[in-house]
């Protein structure tokens, strides 16, 4: 598989995966581990996840200006996975759950200081690594594999992805039920509605009937034992992502020396000389095809990363989980995070058919153009909310389902629907974010390879920040109109893409 291309490749690929897998497992659980442990509503969940996610890649920017500034690419990738060590080490440590009133603004500060410090940590590593993987390929050997490697290096670290949710979950569900209690999605928030005396009276009935279940005859005592084990779950769930981050700073402490320094990095002709600078307006032209590209994934970002956050809630209030449950006898492993998983199994399952494709057509000489790869990718993403569209078309409003106090399985849609749509997305996914990063280490002006990458996650930053939206459709619109949000997002950036792709690809050449 990684024949033909550089041998770094793998290495680098090693490092990452470890840092993804640790991030998956935080990812997986986030948004339903804020909720459940302060009590807030999803809009208000939406608006930390957002800003969370939008620091991510915002920081990225400042990652890559401190590499290009210092030229010590290698040692500010080092101090990235340092800081993300330390960030989930802070939020794995388990707090007193349910939040005492006077406590909550200093839990939640602590929370949101853990969670800044992986981001920055986050921003220190990700951009750089892959300015120093665009630099394998400017080898002008490994030239024409600079799309497959960049697929390959996407798919590898989406291997820890895989398996990270079902780790959370299966940490957080064997001390739910070590505790005697049984995993049920929506509990938490019954139990918030509860102690908020928000509760209806159909909601005060399924409380008392899941509460005498396990023994349990006094409901504040129920529903704040089961509060307390389930939020303690979701802590140690994030101790996982620990151990996988010493594994990535030990494959990358042990690989440093082999890895090429973009620090180093001069640009090739054609004729094999080094070249030291470029043309001052072709620097101009190649930014400024950089920074359009930037603006229309934007509204990608914005649909594709709903995965975490509006994807998760419908996966608990909307999805039949019953249908995926998987007892392995010590303990069941069920939840809406499981749905996390999918979207990393398609993308190692899907990429080498993908690279396979595009190596078919590449020699016949058909290979589309990056640039039209990812307008292609755009339409895909469209498609794919346009089925949960119609799958969620009939199914009751937000506000409706609380009144109920949650769905039976039966009023709940099967978990196809979401399995489909993460199928379609994951092709998006692959049209558009390795091939994304492989434009920009292609197109980048030497000096400006850490900043160029950083910015493209910056573009991912301000699409995540605006991720909340989706919140607020999900609990003022029905799900039908919610989906159809970002089938338009999709489309424009479509549109948009394919508007350009003619200009785009004669900067490229």
Excluded at 64 to 70: H, I, N, S, Y
Excluded at 442 to 449: E, H, M, W
Aim: proline share 4%; glycine share 8%; net charge positive.
């Amino acid at each position: 598989m990684f024949k033909n291309h550089p041998k770094g490749l793998l290495a680098a690929s090693l490092a990452n995966m470890g840092e993804r897998f640790g991030f998956y497992t935080m990812m997986a659980i986030l948004s339903l581990f804020i909720m459940t442990k302060f009590g807030l509503d999803e809009t208000q969940t939406g608006i930390i996840y957002s800003i969370f996610y939008a620091s991510i890649y915002l920081l990225a920017l400042v990652g890559g200006l401190l590499a290009d500034k210092t030229r010590n690419y290698k040692g500010v990738i080092l101090t990235g996975l340092l800081l993300m060590t330390l960030g989930y080490i802070i939020i794995a440590i388990p707090t007193q759950t349910p939040v005492p009133a006077d406590k909550f603004g200093l839990l939640l500060a602590l929370t949101s200081f853990g969670l800044l410090v992986i981001a920055f940590g986050n921003g220190l590593f990700k951009g750089n690594l892959q300015a120093l993987v665009g630099q394998m390929y400017d080898n002008p050997q490994y030239a024409k594999m600079r799309d497959s490697g960049f697929q390959l290096f996407y798919m590898f670290i989406n291997i820890g992805a895989i398996f990270a949710p079902f780790l959370a979950i299966w940490v957080r569900n064997w001390w739910v039920e070590k505790n005697g209690f049984t995993y049920i999605a929506d509990l938490p928030d019954l139990i918030h509605q509860y102690l908020g005396n928000t509760i209806t009276p159909e909601g005060v009935n399924r409380l008392q009937q899941l509460a005498s279940n396990v023994g349990h005859t006094d409901l504040t005592t129920f529903a704040n034992e089961y509060l307390n084990v389930f939020t303690t779950g979701f802590h140690y769930a994030f101790a996982v992502a620990i151990f996988a981050m010493l594994i990535s700073l030990v494959v990358f402490i042990t690989n440093k020396n082999r890895f090429p320094d973009p620090a180093n990095k001069k640009v090739v002709a054609e004729n094999g000389e080094a070249v030291v600078e470029m043309d001052v307006k072709e620097v101009k032209q190649r930014l400024y095809a950089l920074f359009a590209v930037f603006a229309v994934v934007i509204f990608f970002w914005f649909s594709f990363h709903q995965n975490g956050l509006t994807l998760t809630y419908f996966a608990k209030d909307f999805t039949n989980l019953s249908l995926i449950k998987i007892d392995l006898g010590v303990v069941t492993l069920q939840g809406a995070e499981i749905f996390q998983s999918i979207n990393p199994f398609f993308v190692v399952f899907l990429t080498p058919i993908i690279v396979g494709f595009f190596g078919w057509l590449r020699a016949k000489g058909k290979e589309p153009s990056t640039p039209r790869k990812i307008a292609i990718g755009m339409g895909i993403a469209a498609l794919a909310y346009a089925v949960m569209a119609l799958g969620s078309m009939g199914l009751p409003l937000k506000s409706e389902v609380d009144a109920m106090g949650g769905l039976t399985d039966a009023a709940r849609v099967t978990p196809w629907l979401l399995i489909g749509t993460y199928f379609i997305l994951t092709v998006a996914e692959l049209f558009i974010s390795p091939l994304g990063i492989s434009f920009v280490s292609k197109v980048a002006p030497p000096k400006y390879q850490g900043i160029m990458q950083g910015a493209w996650l910056g573009a991912t930053a301000v699409g995540n920040s605006l991720l909340f939206i989706g919140a607020i459709f999900y609990t003022s619109f029905s799900m039908t109109v919610t989906w159809m949000l970002f089938v338009v997002a999709c489309l424009i950036s479509m549109f948009t893409m394919l508007a350009m792709v003619k200009w785009l690809e004669k900067i490229a050449k």
